[in-house]
């Protein structure tokens, strides 16, 4: 059974970084695409990066572009997000999430695992 554990997150003020990481055990990393996403209070779930098996295509939405990276380590079974600059307006929790497709891209339908999130604070 594929398991995902985000850690990571915290409490921050503006301008901060903090830097997520998901673990993903119980399948082959490498053959899995990655991405992290996140939902406010109130709010529906959003896409903020995804990037294919082999780290070559990523993507993110123009509400994070220039501020957060995604990034793998495959032989750790390890994504990260790091968040840089960090707003208010990106407070909420924070799920990783594996696809078996080539790249997940930005739809939530297209990842079959997820982790149980990392709540993300930011506020001065």
């Known amino acids: 059974q594929v398991q995902l554990v985000e850690s990571g997150g915290g409490s921050a003020q503006p301008g901060d970084s903090l830097r997520l990481s998901c673990l993903v055990s119980?399948?082959?990393?490498?053959?899995?695409?990655v991405g992290w996403f996140r939902q406010a209070p109130g709010k529906g779930r959003e896409n903020v990066a995804a990037?294919?098996?082999?780290?070559?295509?990523?993507y993110y939405p123009d509400s994070v572009k220039g501020r957060f990276t995604i990034s793998r380590d495959n032989a750790k079974s390890t994504a990260y997000l790091q968040m840089n600059r960090l707003k208010p307006e990106d407070t909420a929790v924070y799920y990783c999430?594996?696809?078996?497709?080539?790249?997940?891209?930005?739809?939530?339908?297209?990842?079959?695992?997820w982790g149980q999130g990392t709540q993300v604070t930011v506020s001065s």
């Open positions: 990037l294919d098996r082999e780290s070559d295509i990523s």
């Open positions: 999430a594996a696809s078996r497709k080539y790249f997940g891209g930005k739809s939530s339908d297209d990842y079959h695992y």
């Open positions: 119980g399948g082959t990393f490498s053959s899995y695409a």
